[in-house]
């Protein structure tokens, strides 16, 4: 089966504070959608930025901007990971 989301090679970090632990051996499809919903800022992290993605990619990122996102401490919600539905 294809995967419709294929990240580049490496493990990856998705929310600020969290370790670097998703690829592609362990992130399904449905994941990398709620990852993607949750952290659009993570789209650049994948193969290809596909048209499917409910996400607006952010054209800019200034390194100011990526500075003050790291300096903060990650709020309950960010240091929430996924949760498939039972």
């Given at each position: ?32 959608e709620w990852y993607l919903e949750k952290y ?6 994948f193969v290809e930025r596909l048209e499917s ?25 960010d240091q929430q990971e996924y949760q498939p539905?039972?």
């Amino acid at each position: 089966m294809t995967k419709k989301y294929t990240l580049k090679p490496g493990k990856h970090q998705f929310a600020s504070g969290s370790p670097a632990i998703h690829d592609n051996d362990n992130l399904s499809d449905e994941e990398a959608e709620w990852y993607l919903e949750k952290y659009p800022h993570i789209a650049g992290l994948f193969v290809e930025r596909l048209e499917s993605c409910k996400v607006e990619m952010l054209e800019n990122v200034s390194s100011e901007n990526i500075k003050k996102e790291t300096e903060t401490t990650p709020s309950e919600a960010d240091q929430q990971e996924y949760q498939p539905e039972k």
